[in-house]
């Protein structure tokens, strides 16, 4: 081997010696979005949890499980209208989805009005959400629904039905307050000052999971 490649072969050396001793980014995504893509895998594993015990137990319970269709009526016109209140709420969010999608769209411009009223739009829609999932709870709370009894079948029920909505429902409630205050300083130019607008994407990421989550939910719950 030539002196000419020793040098060559050494100065590649020092060259991947370098590389990892100076605590470079092996990977050009932004570590909010990495924190935020773990969050959501952790609270992926506790929302399965849940979907996954509440279907254990309505399987395996002695007493007749309750018909969603019947219990989440609403009366219209005299009439008792299954599911209603439960697809006007779940239009809304999916809705929220596609609003939350301009705002991310438009970060990639920097149009701060634009940023800032497509995520207020999105929180109003997560903040009528809640105003109606909170109208559904106090319906069936009237109705004597408890988390440890049920006067429409099974005791189970009203935990099962407490302890999911109302997990999702305080990550929706979270998703407002998020979604305003980012607004807010979108307006107020605190992400000019480094050029990044990358906190409305990771805002976006953990909206959309909120949203997918409710689809699950919907599913298991309303629809099964």
């Known amino acids: 081997m030539t002196d000419l490649s020793i040098e060559n072969t050494g100065g590649r050396l020092n060259s991947i010696v370098v590389d990892w001793s100076d605590e470079k980014q092996a990977f050009h995504v932004p570590w909010g979005k990495v924190m935020m893509w773990?969050?959501?895998i952790s609270d992926t594993f506790i929302f399965s949890c849940f979907l996954i015990g509440y279907m254990n137990v309505r399987k395996s319970t002695t007493e007749p499980w309750p018909y969603p269709s019947e219990v989440f009526a609403l009366e219209l016109f005299g009439n008792p209208v299954p599911l209603i209140l439960i697809a006007i709420m779940t239009f809304i969010l999916i809705t929220s989805s596609g609003t939350m999608a301009l705002a991310?769209?438009?970060?990639?411009?920097?149009d701060k009005q634009k940023i800032a009223l497509f995520m207020v739009l999105t929180a109003l829609f997560g903040a009528t959400f809640v105003g109606m999932q909170a109208f559904e709870w106090s319906k069936l709370i009237a109705e004597g629904v408890r988390p440890w009894t049920n006067p429409f079948g099974a005791a189970q029920f009203g935990s099962s039905f407490f302890m999911i909505t109302g997990f999702h429902g305080l990550h929706v409630s979270v998703g407002v307050i998020y979604l305003a205050t980012v607004a807010l300083k979108v307006l107020k130019g605190d992400y000019d000052r480094?050029?990044?607008?990358?906190?409305?994407?990771?805002?976006?990421?953990?909206?959309h999971f909120v949203?997918?989550?409710?689809?699950?939910?919907?599913?298991?719950?309303?629809l099964w």
């Open 38 to 40: 773990i969050f959501l």
């Open 104 to 110: 991310v769209r438009y970060s990639h411009f920097r």
């Open 194 to 207: 480094k050029n990044n607008y990358e906190i409305v994407e990771i805002a976006g990421l953990y909206w």
């Open 211 to 222: 949203d997918l989550v409710w689809v699950f939910i919907f599913a298991f719950f309303y």
